[in-house]
């Protein structure tokens, strides 16, 4: 998983509730990013950061939140606003080029009841 | 919308046998490929990536080629073995500052011994 870590790897939460997903990595990578996978399907992005303290939405960001407040944490958080927030979550990061390999952490697979 | 797409959405084949795998792209923007393994439950690996100043890549029993007239990717995986079973995602990085990585919807390959 390349020093990539997500807790925890499995999360169950009510309907209604907000829920952080937590993404840290020990790469000094500059770049961050958040996916969503449903079964059978492909990557989704949600949000990604390219430096510290800046972030931009992808292309499903509604009902989540992210922050980069350190270079090594991209928090995020589904918030009670996403309607069908059951999904594998997977966290990545690369370096500064646009070229540099992304690395992938082991995902969180999360359920709301 | 997605610019990447894998022709097929399964393969099975025999082991020992060679694997293909193709990948549609779509825009010619895009100078840097990568190919990616997802082993179920798991987070993507890196498997081997390509730039557009290339027109073949090897690596260890892998091998990908880019045909940029054609705007196509393929793996080729040598000798295909059981522990290759997963689902494998192309992925295309546009020359545009600030973009992140455009994944396709991958290929199931299913290997049987």
């Known amino acids: ?113 | 919308g997605e610019s990447v797409g894998l022709h097929l959405p399964t393969l099975s084949v025999q082991e020992g046998d060679n694997s293909i795998i193709n990948c549609a792209y779509s825009n010619s923007a895009s100078d840097y490929f990568i190919w990616y393994k997802q082993e179920s439950g798991k987070g993507p690996q890196f498997i081997i990536d390509i730039r557009s100043n290339m027109d073949k890549r090897q690596g260890q029993r892998v091998t990908v080629l880019l045909n940029k007239t054609v705007k196509h990717l393929s793996l080729q995986i040598a000798a295909t073995q059981p522990g290759d079973s997963a689902v494998y995602f192309c992925a295309e990085s546009p020359n545009q500052a600030g973009t992140a990585l455009i994944f396709g919807k991958g290929t199931t390959l299913s290997v049987s011994s």
């Open chain 1, 1 to 113: 998983d390349g020093g990539i870590t997500q807790s925890p790897k499995y999360l169950f939460r009510k309907e209604g509730q907000n829920v952080t997903l937590s993404c840290e990595q020990n790469l000094n990578h500059d770049a961050m990013y958040w996916y969503r996978q449903d079964p059978g399907q492909g990557l989704r992005l949600i949000y990604y950061s390219q430096i510290v303290n800046d972030f931009q939405k992808g292309d499903i960001a509604e009902g989540y939140s992210v922050s980069r407040e350190k270079k090594e944490s991209f928090p995020l958080t589904v918030t009670s606003a996403q309607k069908n927030p059951t999904a594998f979550y997977l966290c990545a990061s690369k370096g500064f080029l646009r070229t540099d390999t992304q690395y992938f952490g082991p995902g969180t697979r999360l359920t709301v009841l």
